[in-house]
């Protein structure tokens, strides 16, 4: 008797990764379940998501593209999820946030809001889709499935102004998605599909094609917030939750990037003839966003204002196109999503802790606790493109593809923003962590938490609160990982390398998904 089993291929489990936490989402809205069974069925999904994208990691290391057509229709028709090393980087990478991020609104106490897991989870799945799909409408169902939790999210927690915030979220978002919707219609009506290998190199050969592609391309350039149409990410990054703006900084923005990369590689096959208005839009984008940091006063706005100008330098690897230049640019993504991230928490944990966030309210925190000013400092210095972090191999392997492409005044602009970037991560240090705490009108001097000794009828001086571990531990997690991957940039510029190969050439990439 033959007892042998037939089972599916591997890549028939890829939908599992979006159907997986959209199912435990459900679960939890219709059950109601202890608090530990809730948080531990909160952050299973994100475990699992991370253990399965290593080894996505691993079968595409070489090359290899993974693609599979949800519920076996033919190529061109069905809905194709396909994974190569560029999406199986991000997969990895968004997993280990989704992760990291959770544990630290669980330690705040942000998980008791209701329908946070949900809400998580869901966006989880929108983020696993648009990095999977080779499909532009599919793309936009997605992103919206991402976006729909995240303005729950940004609109329940945070300060007083969350509301506004989330009001400014949401039309921005609306529209843009109205924009991108109307691309996909373009695209459709002229090319007869929006299968993107059937699209590959489409654009070159078509005008209308183009033009649909290009609406789309600014759609997503707006949800990435690239200058001049990043106005709405301040005003709604920093009224949230400080857990909140650092999983939404990690994905949000990051997956738009992600999806311009995609769609130029394989509509326009790389186009040159529009490089330039890239080169000059992620320039001006990385100025801006940087300038915009210098007269901000607090962690959080400095932070925000940096996230536009970190996105102009990876957008940058797009628009040179060139193999180093796009390896450049997908190491960067990756490093980014990081240390930007390991920021937010832990200076998020500072104003969970203390309260606020203004640099003229903190001071003295490194003496009180060093591992804290560790880990913020880390963060700093890779973000500055100091060694031996990640971000000095980001930095030189970008300026060195803009050389290399002859643009040298993107690499002049790339240096000299990372000087005007590490004198605003100073400025944070500066004030939050260096020097004494500040003094309170009316105290000692030393401490605003004085008050009567009961028993003796003196003043007792207080200690400061302290930052918990638990509110530490998801930031120096992704502080050490910056310091890894810079120590040993080797792995992970081998798989940009791979990931930029299959943009340059992407009809791997269109043999898997037609196949």
């Not at 007269?295 to 330098?313: A, D, K």
């Amino acid at each position: 008797m033959n007892t042998s089993l037939n089972l599916p291929e591997p890549t028939a489990y890829l939908p599992l990764l979006i159907v997986l936490p959209l199912a435990v989402a459900a679960a939890l809205v219709l059950f109601r379940v202890p608090v530990r069974l809730e948080r531990a069925l909160l952050l299973a999904p994100g475990a699992l998501i991370l253990v399965a994208s290593t080894g996505l990691l691993w079968l595409v290391r070489d090359g290899t593209v993974l693609a599979h057509n949800v519920a076996l229709w033919q190529g061109g028709i069905a809905i194709p999820l396909v994974v190569d090393a560029f999406s199986a980087l991000m997969l990895w990478a968004t997993a280990l946030l989704v992760l990291v991020c959770t544990a630290f609104a669980i330690a705040v106490g942000d998980d008791r809001a209701a329908y946070f897991g949900p809400l998580v989870l869901t966006l989880s799945a929108g983020v696993v889709g648009v990095l999977m799909t080779a499909d532009v409408f599919n793309m936009f169902v997605f992103i919206e499935v991402m976006l729909l939790p995240a303005y729950g999210l940004l609109a329940m927690l945070g300060s007083r102004d969350r509301i506004r915030a989330g009001r400014v979220y949401v039309t921005v978002n609306l529209l843009t998605s109205t924009i991108f919707l109307a691309g996909v219609a373009l695209v459709y009506g002229t090319a007869g599909t929006v299968n993107l290998a059937a699209l590959a190199g489409a654009a070159a050969e078509s005008p209308a094609v183009a033009t649909g592609t290009g609406v789309i391309i600014l759609a997503l350039s707006v949800k990435a917030a690239v200058v001049p149409v990043h106005g709405w990410l301040a005003p709604s990054y920093t009224n949230t939750s400080a857990a909140v703006t650092a999983l939404l900084s990690g994905l949000h923005t990051k997956v738009a990037i992600y999806a311009i990369y995609r769609l130029y590689a394989v509509v326009f096959d790389g186009d040159t003839r529009f490089l330039w208005i890239g080169v000059a839009a992620f320039s001006l984008t990385m100025l801006i966003g940087v300038l915009g940091a210098v007269g901000e006063n607090s962690t959080r706005s400095i932070l925000v204002f940096h996230m536009v100008s970190q996105i102009g330098y990876i957008l940058l690897g797009a628009a040179l196109f060139t193999e180093l230049g796009l390896m450049a640019g997908i190491f960067y993504l990756i490093h980014n999503m990081f240390v930007k991230t390991s920021l937010f928490l832990s200076t998020g944990a500072i104003e969970h802790t203390h309260g606020t966030g203004a640099l003229d309210r903190l001071g003295g925190i490194a003496k009180r606790e060093p591992l804290l000013g560790a880990v913020f400092l880390a963060a700093a210095l890779s973000l500055s493109g100091l060694p031996p972090f990640s971000g000095f191999v980001a930095k030189v392997t970008l300026v060195a593809g803009a050389l290399e492409a002859g643009q040298w005044e993107a690499a002049a602009t790339a240096v000299v923003v990372s000087v005007f970037t590490l004198m605003s991560m100073m400025k944070i240090w500066g004030s939050t962590f260096w020097g004494d705490p500040p003094k309170e009108e009316g105290g000692d001097g030393d401490t605003g938490n004085a008050g009567e000794d009961a028993a003796g009828g003196g003043v007792a001086i207080q200690d400061p609160p302290r930052v918990r571990t638990a509110l530490l531990l998801p930031g120096l997690v992704l502080a050490l990982l910056t310091l890894a991957l810079g120590l040993g940039a080797q792995v992970l510029l081998s798989l940009s390398a791979q990931a930029a190969g299959h943009l340059l050439d992407p009809s791997t990439y269109v043999e898997a998904v037609l196949r």
